[in-house]
C-alpha cells in the first residue's frame, strides 16, 4: 500500500491462525482516520483493497474470523 498514516491507533492485536503454515506471528491492528497517499494493492498478499460497509466482513474470506467483531468494536 502507498499509504503513510497521520493519525492512527492500535485497537487490536490477535495470534496467527495458522502458526504451523505461517510461523508463530503476532499481528497488529490499526484504526487509521487519516492518512496522505492513495491506497492501492501494490502486492499480490491481498486479493483487493477497498471500503467496506460494516455488514460486508462477515461474507468476505478474510485472514480470520475476529475481524468482523474488531471492526464492529470501533463504531
Do not use: K
Amino acid at each position: 500500500m502507498c499509504v503513510r498514516p497521520a493519525n492512527y491507533q492500535s485497537i487490536a492485536t490477535s495470534d496467527e491462525p495458522d502458526p504451523q503454515t505461517n510461523g508463530p506471528v503476532r499481528h497488529h491492528i490499526y484504526i487509521v482516520r487519516d492518512w496522505h497517499g492513495i491506497a492501492t494493492n501494490a502486492s499480490n498478499e491481498h486479493q483487493e483493497a477497498r471500503w467496506f460497509s460494516l455488514d460486508e466482513p462477515a461474507s468476505l474470506n478474510l485472514a480470520s474470523g475476529s475481524y468482523p467483531e474488531i471492526f464492529a468494536s470501533c463504531i
